[in-house]
């Protein structure tokens, strides 16, 4: 009798782990969709995956660097991030007085994004995971024939000055994921054609148009200028590079 108690608080204790572990990530149904950058023969399949809700932040990774130390702003190889590192916090382990714990953390490479994940038993999302959430607005999964949805983007490309506003002060998207437009930019898994592996979801040939001007010409809509800046900007970041306005999510299979 005995036995099957613990044997039931143990299946208890895991469940409600795995549920909390699960409550800050929704589940994204899969599908087959023309990229920004596709042609007619061209179209990505997208499996089903978890994508969080919100970026990472402040709060969180700060729990994480504090867990492993390599990822301290002092300690970091400049191999893996550059001089900018977290150069927004008061130290090692402590915020500046205006930072808030809810905001998304920001200044953080692709290797500190890449390895947080991976310590939560996730990971960055593709480009075409991304970009495929990020189609969405509030009511619909693809938004971006609207002309009102691409230019709500446009405006908040225009000044990006809004990474200390905490997570979730932008709208809520179809799937349930906030703050993709609006807060900061996200790495992604396969930010760069350097960085294409055998987890990405493209083959490697195609995904050289992401990275070249083969991306404006073979837009499937030459009216979203914000995804194509998003490949841009993509493409011309290297994977120690930290910005202002660079932060991160995960997602898992």
């Given at each position: 009798?005995?036995?099957?108690?613990?044997?039931?608080i143990c299946?208890?204790?895991?469940?409600?782990?795995?549920?909390?572990?699960?409550?800050?990530?929704?589940?994204?149904?899969?599908?087959?969709?023309?990229?920004?950058?596709?042609?007619?023969?061209?179209?990505?399949?997208?499996?089903?995956?978890?994508?969080?809700?919100?970026?990472?932040?402040?709060?969180?990774?700060?729990?994480?660097?504090?867990?492993?130390?390599?990822?301290?702003?002092?300690?970091?190889?400049?191999?893996?991030?550059?001089?900018?590192?977290?150069?927004?916090?008061?130290?090692?382990?402590?915020?500046?007085?205006?930072?808030?714990?809810?905001?998304?953390?920001?200044?953080?490479?692709?290797?500190?994004?890449?390895?947080?994940?991976?310590?939560?038993g996730k990971?960055?999302?593709?480009?075409?995971?991304?970009?495929?959430?990020?189609?969405?607005?509030?009511?619909?999964?693809?938004?971006?024939?609207?002309?009102?949805?691409?230019?709500?983007?446009?405006?908040?490309?225009?000044?990006?000055?809004?990474?200390?506003?905490?997570?979730?002060?932008?709208?809520?998207?179809?799937?349930?994921?906030?703050?993709?437009?609006?807060?900061?930019?996200?790495?992604?898994?396969?930010?760069?054609?350097?960085?294409?592996?055998?987890?990405?979801?493209?083959?490697?040939?195609?995904?050289?148009?992401?990275?070249?001007?083969?991306?404006?010409?073979?837009?499937?809509?030459?009216?979203?200028?914000?995804?194509?800046?998003?490949?841009?900007?993509?493409?011309?970041?290297?994977?120690?590079?930290?910005?202002?306005?660079?932060?991160?999510?995960?997602?898992?299979?």
């Amino acid at each position: 009798m005995k036995t099957i108690l613990r044997l039931t608080i143990c299946v208890l204790f895991f469940w409600t782990a795995n549920a909390n572990c699960q409550s800050k990530m929704v589940s994204i149904k899969g599908a087959t969709y023309t990229p920004l950058y596709g042609r007619d023969s061209l179209q990505v399949t997208i499996a089903d995956f978890y994508m969080d809700v919100y970026p990472v932040t402040n709060e969180e990774f700060l729990q994480f660097v504090s867990e492993n130390p390599i990822w301290k702003r002092s300690k970091v190889k400049k191999l893996f991030a550059d001089a900018t590192y977290l150069i927004k916090w008061k130290s090692d382990t402590a915020l500046n007085e205006n930072q808030s714990l809810k905001a998304p953390v920001t200044n953080v490479s692709w290797f500190a994004a890449n390895d947080y994940c991976e310590s939560q038993g996730k990971r960055l999302p593709t480009v075409d995971e991304w970009e495929y959430v990020a189609m969405a607005n509030e009511k619909l999964p693809d938004a971006r024939t609207l002309k009102k949805y691409n230019e709500y983007i446009l405006s908040w490309y225009e000044k990006p000055k809004t990474f200390n506003n905490e997570i979730g002060s932008t709208f809520k998207n179809y799937w349930g994921v906030y703050d993709l437009h609006g807060l900061v930019w996200e790495w992604t898994l396969d930010f760069n054609s350097v960085l294409v592996s055998g987890e990405s979801r493209k083959d490697v040939d195609n995904d050289s148009n992401l990275f070249c001007g083969s991306a404006a010409i073979g837009a499937t809509d030459l009216m979203n200028y914000a995804a194509f800046m998003r490949y841009a900007i993509r493409g011309s970041v290297k994977a120690k590079y930290t910005m202002n306005n660079l932060g991160f999510r995960c997602v898992k299979d």
